[in-house]
């Protein structure tokens, strides 16, 4: 098989910015003079009727070939060509627009001076549509001769049928919901259509015609808006996929073919629902005409697609592939000036083009080429310049390429020192008397033409933001634009991060491409702790204290915390006090004769934003005296018993919410039944009691509105425990690291296992998506043997029955660390070798390991008493020896 364009015979383009979709062409002879015409339809409500004939390559269309252009001031939606006129058997053509239907005879005058015959419509009748149209058949139903009558299909699922100049009856189509193609076939006198259930269904005439509509007395408007009635399908045929065309082929009037074009497939089916064959597509079609094949018993079948290809089958085998210029909405073939076999394709845009198959030869020869010898030593010598130029270029080590040095688009953000003096803040929450806003100022500048400039601005709940998206005029190079917002608390519970960022999008056009390449740019912020908390009188006694020693002594807190600490008290120095907005308080302490600090609350996600402050501005003061080997670590025990309380706290919630949803369901399934029985006992004629319905109604409506009041409030609860369950797995993470002495990737690496979510859902939680993580690694760069690692893991994610098992791979996870595991995205580190932990904790022995899951000097201990037992009777033996050991 070869690939070629389509030779072009004949094309124009209709009108500008107009739009065409499928029923807008229709090729046949409209004015009954025995050659065929192209009838073009527009949504602009063009209607146009061309005569082609075929000019040279380079030529323009003549003004002849169009016979006729009207505009009827409504969209078109489908043209056809039939015998829609009582009394007579011409031809003539019918228009659909969205509440009309207009049949018009078309009509040819002959013209006295040079400018040829002239072209009119007549119309002979119209139906004003009691609903909105989507599309329509025609053909002889009921098995009339020499008349065609019309069935039309409304956007609501009504089948309204016209015998010609009158409206005989609508019937509506059974488990309606979106309309489909719809076409009919005479040989078994039914409409053929497809559901949006992805099923191929069919409706015999015989049923809609005798079917009963709701009054057969003379009907108002209103009942003619809700008249009709259910049909029965004569047959079914589910085809898995939405249709784009249907069309009924029946070249030889004992064997008729239904064919079916869907998003990815041609179905052909036999008139009774069978499948004759089915060609599965490797592209996305957009239009299909099947016509007859010059083999006996084959169809041929033109499919177009969107990749502007028009393909040639019989029945399944690929005969022939051409290019078009444009991707084809419409394909027809037609006998146009004596060739038979012309294709006609319509794009959406109104490129209208009748093209044929075929090859021209090629002319081109090519040209000799003049023999010389070949000089090596310059090839040579030209080589080694080519060399040494590339083993320059990679001598760089950046891993942007040097374009990138000097971005095009640059955004920075710019937090001011001090808080606002008069609040921003807007619909806090906040119970406090006065909520602190802070200002920053974005400023993004360009090199380049940004087209449509796009600025936003996200902060982690419960922070907002005054304004948070930003629109632009577009930018010159060289230019800037600067935009001041303010941030503030707005939930009544602390966040988990205090830093911001932002997100600049926009058009920069080439040379190529003039509508713009999209590109982005964008930046961090970190804002101030006194955002959401202010200094406040320390506590002597706290549920939670965590002890972070350096290898520096200590620095006042007048030093560090300048923005706290009040000069004029002395004892601040070494005891500061900080109070969060929503009310809980932080006491830090500084020891006089070690080199640790020491914070304490009584909640421990509390902890986190005064650590993290801490140790930052511990660093950085260090830093600026030149200190390069500061550092901070951790012995104490890491709070896991306290961390998995809050775990248990969200899962809670998430099985609340998995309840209230089942509970509305139930109750919405009630409340629907309820609706049911007393709308149709208002709708019976001899009145009957209600039998306490209404009240049932009533009460059930309270029951529904009672439980999205607790979903939403359960709702509201859980985003603020996963804000607290995010504080404290940043505690953890941050505690992990500094007990081990982790370096900035496996921290990383930690970072991703247990913050894998911005946002917590019902459909894919923190549980689940933690568990498989740390799992992963534990059968990885934590695995003890290749055993572990044969181990595979699940493919999907769901909703745990509890937390037990998350809870145990976290404690060991903490306890492989503690052997001397390193965290590690390579499969090099195959196995784990037992040694002593930095700071001196010993380690713990391999058989209490997996069942009690114990950091050095924590007291988190999960325990199975029967196993620990066990293993305390085999200390010497391993744990999948302890496990054969247990066996009788």
């Known amino acids: 098989m070869s690939l070629f364009k389509a030779r072009d015979w004949w094309s124009t383009v209709l009108g500008e910015k107009e739009e065409f979709d499928q029923g807008c062409l229709c090729v046949a002879d409209v004015d009954n003079s025995g050659q065929d015409k192209i009838i073009v339809g527009s949504y602009m409500g063009y209607l146009r009727i061309f005569n082609p004939h075929p000019v040279k390559p380079g030529d323009e269309v003549q003004a002849e070939d169009l016979l006729l252009e009207v505009q009827l001031r409504e969209p078109i939606l489908q043209v056809e060509v039939g015998k829609f006129v009582s009394g007579t058997e011409g031809l003539h053509l019918a228009v659909l627009h969205c509440r009309r239907l207009c049949v018009y005879a078309v009509s040819e005058t002959l013209g006295n001076v040079e400018h040829g015959n002239q072209y009119q419509i007549k119309l002979m009748y119209e139906h004003h549509l009691q609903r909105t149209a989507c599309n329509m058949t025609y053909g002889p139903f009921g098995g009339v001769k020499g008349r065609d009558l019309i069935c039309i299909q409304s956007m609501d699922g009504m089948l309204m049928l016209f015998e010609q100049e009158s409206y005989a009856f609508g019937r509506f189509l059974p488990g309606f919901l979106l309309p489909g193609p719809l076409t009919y076939s005479s040989r078994t006198d039914s409409f053929i259509t497809v559901s949006s259930s992805r ?27 809700s008249s009709g009635k259910k049909l029965v399908v004569d047959w079914v045929l589910n085809i898995g996929e939405q249709a784009l065309d249907i069309c009924i082929v029946s ?4 064997v ?165 003096v008069e609040s ?28 449509k400039p796009y600025l936003a601005v996200c902060v982690q709940a419960p922070l907002a933001v005054t304004c948070d998206r930003f629109t632009f005029n577009d930018l010159d190079p060289g230019s800037s634009e600067t935009v001041v917002l303010s941030v503030f608390l707005k939930g009544n519970f602390p966040p988990s991060e205090l830093e911001g960022n932002c997100v600049l999008s926009c058009n920069t056009p080439t040379e190529l491409n003039p509508e713009g390449i999209p590109k982005f740019a964008q930046c961090k912020f970190k804002l101030p702790l006194r955002l959401v908390c202010f200094p406040a009188q320390p506590s002597k006694s706290a549920n939670h204290k965590l002890t972070i020693d350096t290898n520096k002594p200590p620095i006042s807190f007048l030093t560090i915390f300048p923005d706290f600490a009040d000069p004029s008290e002395d004892d601040q120095a070494n005891v500061l006090g900080f109070q969060f907005l929503t009310g809980s308080k932080i006491t830090l302490l500084a020891s006089k004769t070690s080199q640790r600090y020491r914070i304490q609350s009584d909640q421990l996600e509390d902890l986190w934003l005064v650590t993290k402050e801490l140790t930052l501005r511990l660093e ?16 104490g025990s890491v709070p896991l018993q306290e961390y998995f309380e809050l775990i248990d706290r ?4 998430r099985l609340n919410a998995e309840k209230f949803q089942e509970l509305l369901s139930e109750r919405a399934i009630q409340f629907r039944a309820i609706e049911r029985r007393l709308l149709t006992r208002f709708k019976d004629k001899t009145p009957a009691p209600l039998q306490h319905l209404d009240t049932l109604l009533e009460g059930t409506f309270r029951e529904v509105i009672a439980l999205a009041d607790a979903a939403e409030e359960n709702q509201a609860n859980m985003f603020q425990a996963f804000t607290k369950l995010k504080s404290a ?50 059968r990885t760069c934590l695995s003890k043997s290749s055993k572990e690692q044969a181990l595979s893991l699940s493919s999907q994610l769901s909703m745990p029955k509890d937390t037990s098992r998350l809870k145990k791979n976290i404690s060991l996870f903490c306890d492989r660390l503690a052997k001397g595991g390193r965290l590690s995205l390579s499969t090099e580190t195959a196995t784990q070798q037992a040694t002593v932990v930095p700071g001196g904790c010993a380690t713990i022995p391999e058989s209490d390991l997996e069942e009690r899951a114990v950091v050095p000097g924590s007291a988190a201990v999960i325990s199975h008493h029967k196993h620990t037992a066990k293993q305390k009777s085999n200390p010497g033996l391993s744990e999948d020896a302890a496990e054969e050991a247990k066996k009788p």
């Not at 090596?376 to 891993?399: C, G, P, S, V």
């Open 620 to 635: 950085e003061h260090f830093k600026k005296q030149n200190c390069k080997d500061f550092a901070c670590t951790f012995s």
């Open 729 to 778: 797995t940043h505690l953890v993470i941050m505690l992990i690291g500094l007990w081990q002495k982790l370096n900035a990737d496996q921290v990383a690496i930690m970072e991703a296992t247990f913050l894998p979510l911005a946002e917590d859902t019902q459909e894919l939680g923190w549980e689940e998506t933690v568990d498989s993580a740390i799992s992963f690694l534990l």
């Open 424 to 451: 921003q803040a807007i619909d806090s929450e906040v119970k406090a008397e006065v909520v602190p806003s802070v200002t920053v100022k974005v400023t993004i500048q360009s090199r380049v033409t940004a087209q």
């Open 650 to 653: 969200h899962f809670e919630l």
């Open 256 to 420: 008729s073919s239904v064919f079916v074009l869907g998003e990815r497939s041609l179905f052909c089916l036999k008139d009774n629902g069978q499948i004759r064959f089915m060609k599965k597509l490797d592209y996305s079609p957009s239009c299909f005409i099947p016509y007859c094949s010059v083999k006996e018993g084959t169809i041929n079948t033109l499919v177009g697609n969107h990749s502007k290809m028009l393909y040639v089958y019989q029945d399944i085998t690929l005969k022939w592939a051409t290019q078009l210029p444009h991707v084809p909405v419409s394909v027809k073939v037609a006998n146009l000036q004596g060739l038979k076999g012309v294709i006609i394709t319509l794009s959406d845009s109104g490129h209208l083009q009748c093209s044929y198959l075929g090859t021209d030869p090629s002319l081109f020869q090519a040209p000799r080429v003049d023999s010389k010898e070949i000089n090596y030593e310059e090839f040579n010598a030209e080589m080694k310049e080519l060399q040494k130029i590339i083993k320059e270029a990679t001598k760089t080590q950046d891993i942007l390429p040097e374009s990138e040095k000097h971005r095009d688009l640059i955004v920075t953000a710019e937090v001011s020192p001090d808080l606002d």
């Open 199 to 225: 099923q191929v269904e069919s409706y015999k005439y015989q049923v809609l015609a005798f079917a009963t509509d709701a009054d057969g007395r003379q009907e108002t408007v209103q009942q003619k808006l």
């Open 251 to 254: 070249f030889n009037q004992a």
